[in-house]
Each structure stands twice: as C-alpha cells, then as structure tokens.
C-alpha cells in the first residue's frame, strides 16, 4: 500500500523527515518496505531557471540556427545557440543551465554540458515545453510571462510537487489502516509516546447542505445481511472533465492514473478516509431505482474492463429497475459509469459483508482497491461523512449542487466491542509493567473509549472499525505496539521447561532420514499440497471422487489438494532438467490428502525421486548412470537405519510405475519403488528415465515404534586373526569352509573372511588357492597362543579330513 507524506501530513503536522517517520510507523507495525521520491515533472526542474534574451543574431554558420545572449542571474548574459525559429529577443525563457539533466519522453535523462555548435559556443539551452516534461508541444521554445522575474527557479514558477511515498507492507488484519486517514490515526498514538503531541486534523464537512430535491432516486436493500448499510445521494448540474493539477498529483503519487474529476474524487476519498465510493450515471439508472440484490445464476454482465461475467447466485449486484449496474463492493459495470457526457450521478457510499465480496471477488478473479478493503472491514461508521466530503468535493471540482436527501438504509446498527482488560495479565504478557496512566493514554489515542478504571483493571469499547482487536490479548498487543517493542527491557533469566517426548516422535524420525539423505547428495524439496484436478487422469489408482476442492482457489492449477506426492515432485524433476540440472536426487517429507464419504483423512509420506546420473565423469572414472538398485539401496537403508528388517518383497501393482517392487511387513506396506512410466513423464516433459520410491511414513514410524532392537556391548578384550593357505579342489566353495570353521568352534570364532584366490601357474591341474582369515575373541578375557594353536590345529585337520585340503 502506498501512502503520500504530503498527503499524510494534511491530517497530521508533523515536521519530522520522512525516514524518521518510516521508523517510527514500523515500530507501529505498519512496517516500510521502501521510500520513493515521487516529482511532478521528472526531474524536479532542478537548474532550470528563468532568462531573458538580451540578443538574438543569424549563426554565421547554420541557417537554422541563432545565436543569443541570455541574462539568467542579472549580472553576466551567457551566450546560447538555439535553433527554434520562435526565439527573439526580449523574450522571457526557460533556460537549462550547465549540468541539468533533462529527460527524454522515453524517461532518458541526458545532461546540458558546455560546447560548441558549428563553431560557436553555447552554455545552455532555451527549452521546450516538451524538453522540460510540461506539456508535448515541440514547435518552439516556451515563451513565458514578461513579468515574470529573471533568475525565477521554473520549480517555484511551475510549481512542481515533490513527495516521498511509503510502501507499507500491509498486514491483513490492519484494515485501520487502509488509508492516509487511517496512517495519521496510528501516527499521533506513536508521536504522543514520544512527547510529540499533534492533533488529528479530519476535513470539515460543516458545509453540507442540499441545494434543491430535484432528483430522487429510490433505495431499496434486500439483503441486509450482504449489506448491513447502504448510503447515497443525487448531485445534478455537473461537468465531468480533468481533474485540476492537485488532484492529479495526488493520485499519480500513489501510482493511480487520473481518469475524469468525479471518478478521481471517489479514488481519492477511497485511499484518504479508506471508504469506498461509486458514480453512477443518474441518466442510466432505469426508472431512478435502486436495487441491492442477488441475481439468478448464470446472468451476463460486463464489467468495466469490457469482459462480460457470467454471475454467481450469491454475487450482490446493485441493480435498478431492469439491469444490474455493478457488482457490489468489487467493480462497476460497463453501461452505468461516468463519462464525459454525464451531468448528474448517484453516488453511493456503503457497508458490504466482507465475507460476501471476498468470495465474489474470488470467484470472478478480481482485486480491486474496493475489494481489497471491504474484503477486510472498513468502518460503517464512515459512510455517511465519507459521502458528505466526496459530494463538497464533487461540487467543488465539477459544479453542480446536491439535488436529494441522504437516503441511509441501516436497520442494524453494527455495534462497538466491549472488552476487559486486566492490569496483570497485561504484566504477564507484556513482561513488565507499564504505567496505568500510559496504558489508558496509549488506548486513547487509538480511539478506544476508556469506560471505568479499577484498581485490577480497565472497561473498553473498541470502535467497530477495529474489528481485529476483540480480546483482552489484542488489547494488550494494541497497547505493546503502540509503546515500543523495543523499550521492553530484555529479561537477565529465562525459564524453561524439559518435556519428555519419545524418540519416534515424527520430526525426530524425519531429521534421522533427513540427514541420511543429505548425506548421501539428496536435496530436499517442498513442492505446494494445492495441485490441479487434471493430475487425476494420470492414474487409474486416483479418484477424483476422492479430491478435496478449494471454494476459492486461487487459479485452476490449484483447485483441489494432491492425493499423490508423485506429481508435484515431477514438477520440480522438469523444473530443474529445462534448466540443465539432469542429474537429480530429491526427497520430500509431504502430506496427501483424501475425501471418503463424509470424512476428509490426510496421509503423511516419504517420497524420493532419482534421474541421471548418480556420480559425475571424472578424468579416472566415467559417469554412473543411476539405476533401480541404486534406488532399492537407499531404501534398504533408510529402513535398516530405524531397525526395520525381514521385509517381504512383491511386485508392484502401482499403475504410474512400468516395474517396481512394494516392500511390506506382515500385512502392512511400507514402500513402493520403481520406474515411472513413460506414458507419465511425458505429461511433463520429461524425456529421460526417473525412478520414484513412496514411503507411506505413518505406517514406517507405526512399525519403527514396534521394532525391539537388539544390540550387545562392544568387548574390552581384543580379537585375534590367524590365517592359513589352503590347497583345494577346483569344486570345494568357500561356504564349504566357513561351515566347517563354525561347526569347529561355536564360541571363539567370530569370523572367517576369504581374502585372496589364486588358479594358475605352480599349481596341480584341478587345483585352487584360497587366502582364509579366522578372527577369534573372548567376551570375557584374552586369549593366549595356546588356545589359538589348538583352534588352528582343529581347524585344519578338519579342513583336511573333509576336504582333501593342504596347507601351502
């Protein structure tokens, strides 16, 4: 939102720079997002200054061109070439001095430097209306009046606006301050803490009077509960042109273009009391009729910007006798706004149900300033003065006179909210004890009534206009803005408290995983639970029966929540492959969602994605493709990892996979992993292979819960290994061996190890060499030569009796 200090500083007499009044309102919560300087005319006019031509001779060397001498400061004349065939002297003028920067009509600056043309020398330039940024004639230079004063700045003369413009990031529920009005309110409270007490000016509507009834048009609301309060009035004898100057600068300085003077008072009564207007045209409005009405579903109508809308039932329209005029609180129709052929208007100034426009708004994909503070609540206390000070405008700008009452339909007065706040649950939250006296100055300063004081506390009406703060605790937060976040002392103490939480907890089994792949070159995404319906036709396995739509969605790409994570992670697969990342391995830790008869059920889910290739080429490696084993690995060991073993395998039956394998335990399915179809990546554009795996997460955390592990302390005597060289039969395996070591000795033996084969030269024909290693450890002591001989001995007469082997 865009607030003019110029504009801010007609409510309120501030002289503090704008910077130090951008602080302030972000201590406020109204936070700056920048400061923009906003000119009249671009540039300021800064080093134009007014000459007069002393001289105006024929240059020796152009035709067209003319040699003056100009006088700008009343001492020494400065030569200047020029070529408009109006210059003469005696001229008044518009002179550019050395080291102006003018613009362009394209926005270009360029800068007046001291040189020669044709050979004569020139310190400046006699400018144009069009070089100067006042007007488009470039017939000639601009000829000023005689009066005027040499060395009169053109700023002064012209009298060029400068402004500084804050872009406050406007939180939702700060509809109080949708306008200048509303900004200068939440400005006195904060200056007031600074000992800075100012008044809060609001524009007189004293004025008001009706000149004649000549014009009366009928009101008739029939849903009071879309529009709690409707206003409006007649002004006939008016002539819709531009806008004067003021008002143009006005609008142009919070970025709206200016379009006629009755349609730019109601913009600026909108963004300076935050009270939405509209005109109609009293000659359009059919049998001077009013109506605030629904109409029937799937009536067209056409909206200002020319595009005809097909209407919801619950749309509030107002109508007159024949036709809808305007959707209310949202935008005007086409066939009853102002035009330059208007000479009287209704001018309507309302309350609309917020919920109503917000939904109507939405469901024709419209956001307008109207909509965009009705959506949020405004003021019905407003309406009434806003209507006055927009007609004074009206017949101020655009003549005219006031031809009927104030017709003000408001059978329910919208109340105030009463609210007790207490003084030590404000300590409490607050962390320190401000002042009672501060406390009910700061709530007085808001505008909200301080109705008795006890010792424990205060009794408060909030205004209606302040629909976010109807609890003790939004008083509270009123109060701890207002009087400085940053003036509460920071606590020497903190106190804190330790919770005992199991350790499958779900953000600690996803931080263990998530780490895991990490660690292993995974990158996280967070791909948007909203998705498009569309996805459904992917897969025989989804129901759009079972999709969860959105009432307002906000396009149709994010209609309905997804049912899968597949889809949403190929989003991101194509996302980062048209921008050359081929090589990809993703995880995301998501939810879908599902509607089964009456009841809505949302499941959680692991889901990793692998395309490309899984190491990059090297100068002593080539690139290894990714590939369905490198997938089933980092499954088996993300579930080794919680302790969950003994899967059982089975083929896939998933319908986006061409071939895939679901892991189960019992009957409960942990994981599906395989290769996305073909058929499916090209939805998305995808040309090369990706491998998909879905955990289902709460079944693996339900199971992970279940899972015993097992462990067994680390032994503090050391192991020992021992070797032999065997001499064997081409057919003897080593499982042979290792059967026969452990049938040998059960206890000792913790391993046998084959380390080295050898078939070839020095041997006997039908002969190998195996290299055995035997690792060999006590749990409770160390074991000596002598028992380790023994062993050995055992071992290979058993090696020789049952195997035929030798010792080499």
Not at 250 to 261: D, T
Not at 316 to 345: N, Q, W, Y
Not at 710 to 724: A, E, G, L
Not at 756 to 783: C, M, R, W
């Amino acid at each position: 939102m865009k607030i003019s200090y110029n504009w801010l500083k007609q409510f309120i007499k501030t002289d503090w720079n704008a910077e130090k009044t951008g602080e302030l309102l972000t201590d406020l919560g109204l936070e700056i997002e920048g400061i923009d300087t906003y000119e009249s005319v671009k540039g300021g006019l800064k080093g134009i200054v007014v000459g007069e031509v002393l001289t105006c001779e024929q240059h020796p060397n152009a035709d067209r061109l003319k040699i003056t001498t100009v006088n700008i400061d009343g001492e020494n004349p400065i030569q200047i070439v020029c070529g408009a065939p109006n210059v003469a002297a005696g001229q008044k003028v518009p002179v550019a001095t050395i080291g102006t920067t003018l613009y362009t009509a394209e926005g270009e600056a360029w800068t007046i430097k001291k040189g020669k043309i044709r050979g004569e020398e020139s310190h400046g330039m006699i400018c144009a209306e069009d070089e100067l940024g006042l007007g488009e004639s470039h017939d000639g230079i601009m000829v000023l009046d005689p009066n005027v004063k040499v060395g009169t700045l053109a700023a002064d003369l012209f009298k060029v606006e400068s402004d500084e413009i804050f872009e406050i990031g406007l939180t939702p529920n700060r509809a109080d301050a949708m306008s200048h009005y509303g900004v200068a309110r939440d400005l006195k409270a904060g200056l007031l803490q600074k000992e800075v007490s100012l008044e809060l000016i609001t524009p007189s509507v004293s004025s008001y009077h009706v000149d004649a009834r000549a014009f009366k048009v009928d009101v008739h609301v029939h849903d009071y509960e879309k529009a709690p309060r409707y206003c409006g009035v007649t002004i006939s004898g008016i002539k819709v042109k531009a806008s004067p100057a003021w008002l143009q600068h006005r609008l142009k300085s919070i970025g709206l273009s200016p379009i006629n003077n009755v349609v730019d008072i109601t913009n600026y009564v909108l963004h300076e009391l935050g009270q939405p207007l509209h005109a109609f045209d009293g000659d359009r409005i059919s049998g001077s009729k009013i109506e605030v009405k629904t109409c029937e579903a799937g009536t067209k109508f056409t909206t200002l910007d020319g595009v005809e809308r097909e209407l919801h039932e619950d749309d509030l329209m107002i109508c007159d006798d024949r036709k809808p005029m305007c959707i209310a609180g949202v935008f005007g129709g086409i066939d009853s706004g102002v035009t330059e052929h208007t000479s009287r208007i209704f001018l309507e100034s309302a309350y609309f149900n917020p919920v109503s426009v917000r939904k109507t708004a939405k469901r024709h994909g419209l956001n307008t300033d109207s909509s965009f503070r009705f959506e949020r609540g405004i003021d019905p206390n407003l309406t009434e003065y806003a209507l006055k000070r927009a007609a004074l405008l009206i017949t101020e700008i655009a003549g005219g006179e006031i031809t009927s009452d104030i017709l003000d339909t408001y059978p329910k007065k919208i109340k105030d909210f009463e609210v007790r706040l207490s003084f030590d649950h404000a300590q409490k939250l607050i962390g320190e004890r401000i002042p009672e006296e501060t406390i009910k100055s700061i709530l007085t300063s808001l505008d909200i009534k301080v109705n008795n004081v006890t010792e424990a506390g205060l009794g408060l009406t909030v205004p209606a206009f302040r629909n976010d703060v109807q609890r003790e605790a939004d008083i509270i937060e009123e109060i701890l803005r207002v009087y400085g976040y940053n003036n509460i002392a920071t606590t020497t103490k903190l106190n804190a408290s330790i919770s005992n939480s199991s350790r499958f907890e779900d953000y600690k089994l996803q931080n263990v995983i998530g780490n895991q792949l990490a660690s292993q070159g995974f990158f996280e995404i967070m791909a948007n639970s909203l998705t498009t319906p569309k996805y459904i036709e992917l897969s025989e396995d989804l129901d759009e029966a079972h999709n969860i739509k959105m009432l307002n969605p906000l396009s149709n790409d994010l209609e309905v929540m997804r049912q899968s994570l597949l889809f949403s992670g190929l989003e991101a697969v194509a996302h980062n492959i048209n921008r050359k990342r081929e090589d990809l391995k993703l995880f995301e830790f998501g939810k879908t969602y599902h509607q089964f008869s009456e009841e809505r059920e949302e499941h959680k889910h692991l889901s990793i994605f692998v395309t490309g290739n899984k190491t990059e080429a090297r100068w002593n490696t080539a690139a290894t493709p990714s590939d369905f084993f490198y997938l089933k690995g980092t499954i088996e060991v993300i579930l080794e990892r919680l302790g969950i073993t003994r899967l059982k395998s089975a083929p896939t039956d998933s319908d986006v996979l061409s071939e895939g394998i679901t892991l189960s335990l019992g009957k409960t399915k942990l994981v599906t992993f395989g290769l996305v179809k073909k058929s499916v990546l090209k939805h998305f554009g995808i040309s090369q292979n990706v491998l998909f795996a879905d955990f289902n997460w709460d079944n693996v955390i339900e199971v992970a819960k279940h899972n015993k592990v097992k462990y067994s302390p680390i032994s503090k005597y050391p192991s020992t290994r021992r070797d032999f060289a065997l001499l064997l039969d081409n057919k003897v395996t080593f499982l042979d061996i290792h059967t026969i070591a452990k049938q040998t000795e059960k206890q000792l033996l913790q391993s046998v190890n084959l380390f080295d084969v050898y078939e070839g030269k020095n041997l006997p024909k039908g002969k190998k060499s195996y290299a055995v290693s035997f690792i060999f450890q006590d749990e409770h002591k160390t074991l000596n030569d002598k028992q380790i001989d023994k062993i050995m001995s055992k071992l290979q007469s058993n090696f020789e009796s049952k195997l035929g082997a030798e010792l080499r």
